[in-house]
């Protein structure tokens, strides 16, 4: 069956420290990815998201992330977080023929102390 | 443009009830899905909709049903409810049923049985 796999649940960072969430993917045809996030109190709102073309692709807020398809992986990255990156982070993968569906990682709770 | 928009905001049900939320997408967005969230399990697709048809479905018992109507507002129904439907239930709409869809998500049904 398909799934994506976020790596891990709950980080802690200080502010300016670098950021990466993995996340990889099982499903063997083609597939559109995409990370979302969720502040305190919002609604879950799109980061970036991967169609074609170049695999490093840039989201609002500094974020980036790479998709490497020998891995399955599409890891989230952020060269120097702030307080407000704050939040929790769910990858996604898109998939499907005469019929798409959007499945979910885990997520991963996202803690910058100040 | 008005979000995404569900109702009821809370629900408080006891085991064996049944109960029915509903969804509004955003105008001009013919595609809803839903999807239970969880701590720990994320977001558990349950099915899409897309111009009143069933396009999709996740791995949920025969107890949780859903259905879109013609102006694409959707509801989803959970029969004899159990301990373990208590959750965040998401609803999502998008424009199409492409493969790049972007989901814009409302806040969410908290549900509780009790």
């Known amino acids: 069956a398909q799934s994506v796999s976020q790596h891990n649940h709950h980080v802690i960072l200080s502010e300016a420290a670098s950021l990466e969430l993995g996340c990889n993917y099982s499903y063997g045809g083609t597939v559109n990815l995409f990370w979302y996030v969720q502040y305190p109190g919002q609604h879950l709102q799109l980061l970036l998201k991967y169609f074609s073309g170049d695999p490093l692709v840039k989201g609002i807020k500094g974020f980036e992330a790479e998709f490497i398809k020998s891995k399955f992986s599409f890891n989230l990255r952020k060269p120097s977080v702030q307080w407000s990156d704050t939040a929790e982070y769910f990858c996604?993968?898109?998939f499907g023929t005469g019929g798409f569906k959007t499945i979910f990682g885990a997520g991963t709770r996202l803690f910058v102390k100040a | 443009k008005a979000g995404v928009t569900q109702t009821p905001r809370y629900l408080i049900k006891t085991r064996g009830q049944q109960v029915t939320l509903s969804c509004s997408p955003i105008?001009?967005?013919?595609?809803v899905s839903w999807y239970q969230q969880t701590p720990g399990q994320g977001l558990q697709f349950l099915f899409e909709?897309?111009?009143?048809?069933?396009?999709n479905k996740g791995n949920f018992p025969g107890r949780f049903s859903g259905r879109q109507f013609s102006n694409s507002r959707s509801e989803m129904n959970v029969s004899t409810l159990e301990l373990g439907d208590s959750a965040l239930y998401l609803c999502?709409?998008?424009?199409?049923?492409?493969?790049?869809?972007?989901?814009?998500f409302g806040s969410g049904t908290q549900l509780s049985v009790l």
């Open positions: 909709y897309f111009s009143e048809t069933q396009r």
């Open positions: 996604a993968v898109r």
């Open positions: 999502a709409s998008s424009p199409g049923d492409g493969y790049n869809e972007k989901l814009f």
């Open positions: 105008s001009g967005h013919r595609s």
